[in-house]
């Protein structure tokens, strides 16, 4: 081969090399959007819900007191503390915690400490509301109520949840035959689908006063407790082949 043939093959090898280099990613994306996008393919969403009624009680009970001595102060609120674990160890379907303790002081118009406020609590949980209502007017002489709150137990939640999910299926399904029909499909296929439960959200409810609840220190009989319900939600969604 002359010096003149060589530097001919040489330059057209050069020239020829950017196109086929220009030409491959032009062809890679028009086959990743062949593939990304298949026909056919219908996004859903089905939901389902229900209002559960409430199941748990939390009572808190507090004792506050004001004293000079802060170590003498903690002794009386252990004492009234202690007491009411005392006396609602032996009622059945009760169950009683320490809640929060908080002990600081109160100061004159100097800045200087004159006093010491003390605060403890108990609280009783129970599913049983007329158990729970009762030992908390038992205790009006020991401790004072200061809240009262409602609950859905974990059991409850999972029992109606798993009822929300077929639902939830359900009206998946039956929007997918629906939707296809309309599209003049046969049928369909399930691509994917998730199921995302523990939605849940709680209704407000008036608490009653503390009087109210605990009656008064002769003992007098509590009001009845009655909860509210929450609202438990279960969503299902995906994607189906319409064909």
Known sequence: MTKQAARALALALVCSAPVALALTPTLARAQGVMQSQPSG??????????????DVVDITLFYEQEASDPSALTATLNQRADAALQKAKGVSGVTARTGSFAIFPSTDRDG???????????????????????????????????????????????????????????????????????FGFSGYSIREVNVNRGGIMPRPMMMMSARAMSGDAKGAAPMPLEGGTSTVTVNVSGSVQMK
């Open 112 to 182: 200087r400490i004159s006093a010491w406020r003390g605060r403890t609590e108990v609280v009783l949980e129970s599913h049983d509301f007329a158990a729970a209502s009762k030992l908390a007017g038992q205790m009006a002489s020991i401790m004072q109520v200061g809240n009262v709150q409602f609950s859905l137990s974990p059991q409850a939640q999972r029992a109606a949840e798993q009822k929300l999910t077929g639902e939830a299926i359900r009206s998946f399904r039956d929007q997918a035959a629906s939707s296809s029909q309309a």
């Open 41 to 54: 393919v219908l996004s859903l969403n089905a939901q389902a819900s229900a209002e559960v009624p409430q």
